[in-house]
């Protein structure tokens, strides 16, 4: 699991911040994939939908969801 940085939006203060989010590693989910048979499938594909269904970060000043800016 790498990480990389998110641009957010703060709606209550308008500052524009940054968090980190977890991203998944497609090479070592294909290779672990292909060592168990494809039985791994299922658990990248969870973590895959998993990643994309993540909630909005909070701003740590004002605890308010922020707007995802696309960068
Ligand atoms: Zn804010």
Same mark, same amino acid.
Do not use: D
């Given at each position: 699991?790498?990480?990389?940085?998110?641009?957010?939006?703060?709606?209550?203060?308008?500052?524009?911040? +940054?968090?980190?989010? @977890?991203?998944?590693?497609?090479?070592?989910?294909?290779?672990? $994939?292909?060592?168990?048979? *494809?039985?791994?499938?299922?658990?990248?594909? +969870?973590?895959?939908? @998993?990643?994309?269904?993540?909630?909005?970060?909070?701003?740590? $000043?004002?605890?308010?969801? *922020?707007?995802?800016?696309?960068?």
């Amino acid at each position: 699991m790498g990480q990389k940085a998110v641009k957010y939006y703060c709606p209550e203060c308008g500052q524009e911040y +940054f968090e980190t989010v @977890k991203t998944v590693n497609h090479l070592l989910h294909f290779i672990l $994939t292909i060592c168990t048979g *494809g039985m791994w499938l299922i658990i990248w594909a +969870f973590l895959f939908f @998993k990643s994309l269904g993540a909630p909005k970060s909070k701003h740590r $000043t004002c605890f308010v969801p *922020g707007v995802r800016v696309a960068s």
